[in-house]
C-alpha cells in the first residue's frame, strides 16, 4: 500500500524557518520523481520543488528559489522541504507527491504526479 505522510508544518514569524519531512512506506529509489507542491483555498494546486532520484537534479518555482531547498534521505525513505525566510504569501496547505520523469526531467507539473500526501499546514505570520 503505498503512502506518504508529510508532518513539520506549522506557525511562524515571517523571516523564520520550517522543514516538513515526507516519509514513504516505499523504497523512494522504487519512483522516479518526488516533489513539494502547494495548494491555497481556491487555487489550484501549484508545484514548489521537485528531485530526480536517480541524479538528484533539483526544480524550484521561481517564487521559493533560494529560500527553499528539497532534499532526500534514501536510508530513511524521507524527503524534506527546507523552508527558510519564510514569508506570509507561503502559508497554504504543502504535500509531498511521487511522479513520472517527462523530457528527462521532474517538472513541476501535478498532474505528471500520481501518489499524495495528505498535506501538512504552513502559516507565516
Known amino acids: 500500500d503505498v503512502q506518504l505522510v508529510e508532518s513539520g508544518g506549522g506557525a511562524v514569524q515571517a523571516g523564520g524557518s520550517l522543514r516538513p519531512s515526507c516519509v514513504a512506506s516505499?523504497?523512494?529509489?522504487?519512483?522516479?520523481?518526488m516533489g513539494w507542491f502547494r495548494q491555497a483555498p481556491g487555487k489550484d494546486r501549484e508545484g514548489v520543488a521537485t528531485i530526480s532520484t536517480r541524479d538528484s537534479e533539483t526544480n524550484y518555482a521561481d517564487s521559493v528559489k533560494g529560500r527553499f531547498t528539497i532534499s532526500r534521505d534514501t536510508a530513511k525513505n524521507t524527503m524534506y522541504l527546507q523552508m527558510n525566510s519564510l514569508k506570509p504569501e507561503d502559508t497554504v496547505i504543502y504535500y509531498c507527491a511521487t511522479g513520472q520523469v517527462y523530457q528527462g526531467a521532474c517538472p513541476l507539473a501535478p498532474v505528471l504526479f500520481d501518489y499524495w500526501g495528505q498535506g501538512t499546514q504552513v502559516t507565516v505570520s
Open positions: 516505499f523504497d523512494i529509489d522504487s519512483t522516479p520523481c
